[in-house]
């Protein structure tokens, strides 16, 4: 919880690979009985070999390290040296976590996650691409439930406060091209810089037709309680009400300055300004710049998910009422920058 009143316990990362999950030299395998050889090869001996090579070539000291995140899955952590630190699984494409130096987390994992890829991940920072949705394929797309691969890390931009930056790509496969006929290139690079968190998504057009897709950065924030959450920056906007039926959108005006929630929320806010501003109820609040993202979707599902919804609120930059069309060989870019705040004169003061 960003600046919640408890003390916020960084558990930290598991660590990997566990040394007796290594090939072990020749010389030792030859005094190994075989059934117990065998045992080394399992999935999961071969998913932790696979996070230690990518460590091998992608960690950076202290700044960049590939670790097995929850259920064995591969997850970069990135650390700055403002004290703030991030974990990107690579399931997804997913920013899971971004800490403050104070140890308080600022995104919202829902309990019903699993990390077993039966499903995506649900909290942090999923994508939603090629679609939003609903719509023809699969609610929100596919690139939340594929494995996106590492191309680059970098933690050099300045040598006295070095950001560390992953790059993770996804490309078009037989599963992408089985529910999504387009050769595509995913580029998604997430850095910290100080106190904040910047992702920067392009979408390429590998193939040789033109094709269209809508996407989003479906954040969870975590939130005091969503009684005591505010949203800024959306006076004024036409927005799609979906909240009675997300099929048969109904078209309204916001009017409110300051927008709270006390039911059900699932709306998509048309072409608003470059900054929304999430007040979490603490006395701090997540400030939201983007360039390239249009809409904004703000999301609770309230009792439909009674053991959660109380904890965190939705504030999705999206590209959702336009689709994106692409020709041939060109591509779109959109990016989002996320800070920590405190406010002078928080909405709501605790008892
Ligand atoms: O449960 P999912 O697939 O992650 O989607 C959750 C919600 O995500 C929001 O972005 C949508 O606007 C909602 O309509 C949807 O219910």
Redesign the pocket.
Known sequence: MLLSYKQASYTGVRQCPSPQLQPWPLSRQAHVPKRRRTCIFTPAAAATQNIAKLQQEYGIAEHVQVVEGQGGLPKVVLSHSSGTKAEVYLYGGLVLSWKQPSGDEVLFTRPDAVFDKSK?I?GGI?H?FPQ???GKIQ??GFA?NCDWEIASTSADLQPDERDPEVELVLTDSDFTRSIWPHPFKAAYSVSLHGDSLRTDLRIINTGDQAFDFTA?L?SYFEVLDISKARIRGLKGLQYLD?TPD?NNPVEKKEEREVVSIDGPM???FLSPGDYVELDVGTGAAVSISSSGWEDV?V?N?WD?MPASYEKFC?V?N?KIAKPVVLQPGSSWRATQELNVIILDTPDFVED
């Open positions: 995506p649900s999923p939603c939003f949705g609903p609610q929100h939340r989003a479906h979906k997300p699932d709306a998509v979707v999301w599902p439909a939705c999705e999206g």
